[in-house]
T-cell receptor, first 116, second 115 residues
Framework: DTGVSQNPRHKITKRGQNVTFRCDPI?????LYWYRQTLGQGPEFLTYFQNEAQLEKSRLLSDRFSAERPKGSFSTLEIQRTEQGDSAMYLCASSLGQGMMNTEAFFGQGTRLTVV | AQKITQTQPGMFVQEKEAVTLDCTYDTSDPSYGLFWYKQPSSGEMIFLIY??????QNATEGRYSLNFQKARKSANLVISASQLGDSAMYFCAMIQRQAGTALIFGKGTTLSVSS
């Protein structure tokens, strides 16, 4: 296992189109996170899964965004009707968690979305 | 309210010198963890070091050490003997027990190491 893998690395889409990103976490990690990072800013939390259950969603996650982790392994993040403001780096991270605390989260290399 | 504050947008240091990157945090949760991540231009976030709120000793990992001052709510990262490969963006992050399991990040500090 070489770490957290994200596909695609880059995506350019026209405004109004739907896009889907995939994240494959480290295999034994039960927790998976999605973050969004805009230029010059730190990552902002979007949502979090423990196994297949989506346990937290940020206010940033509008109804155009949906995330799934159907079998508790890989996850997808879909953005419908993309807007130019959605242009950002989308980062996925995974960790091994017990109770309320985690080991460190390991991040993928991200998917850079450009909406034109 | 800003939970993690990194006041240095950019820092410049010469090779082999030590550098301190500042981080202050705000929480009323007695149980929390503090992390530092490095983000090179390639984009991936690389975990560097972790400090738990109940840890008595400052964390160290190779050339990285965390200067944890709980009363001041600061968790500064010290990089000893800087190398050219240390040039990157550095983020301080916090996880709070009561607030769930999501990491909250600061805005980052860009470190530039010159020869």
């Amino acid at each position: 296992d070489t770490g957290v893998s994200q596909n695609p690395r880059h995506k350019i889409t026209k405004r109004g189109q739907n896009v889907t990103f995939r994240c494959d976490p480290i295999s034994e990690h039960n927790r998976l996170y999605w973050y969004r990072q805009t230029l010059g800013q730190g990552p902002e939390f979007l949502t979090y899964f423990q196994n297949e259950a989506q346990l937290e969603k940020s206010r940033l996650l509008s109804d155009r965004f949906s995330a799934e982790r159907p079998k508790g392994s890989f996850s997808t993040l879909e953005i419908q009707r993309t807007e130019q403001g959605d242009s950002a780096m989308y980062l996925c991270a995974s960790s091994l968690g017990q109770g309320m605390m985690n080991t460190e989260a390991f991040f993928g290399q991200g998917t850079r979305l450009t909406v034109v | 309210a800003q939970k993690i504050t990194q006041t240095q947008p950019g820092m410049f240091v010469q090779e082999k010198e030590a550098v301190t990157l500042d981080c202050t945090y705000d929480t009323s949760d007695p149980s929390y963890g503090l992390f530092w991540y490095k983000q090179p231009s390639s984009g991936e976030m690389i975990f560097l070091i972790y400090q738990g709120s109940y840890d008595q000793q400052n964390a160290t990992e190779g050339r990285y050490s965390l200067n944890f001052q709980k009363a001041r709510k600061s968790a500064n990262l010290v990089i000893s003997a800087s190398q050219l490969g240390d040039s990157a963006m550095y983020f301080c992050a916090m996880i709070q027990r009561q607030a769930g399991t999501a990491l909250i990040f600061g805005k980052g500090t860009t470190l530039s190491v010159s020869s």
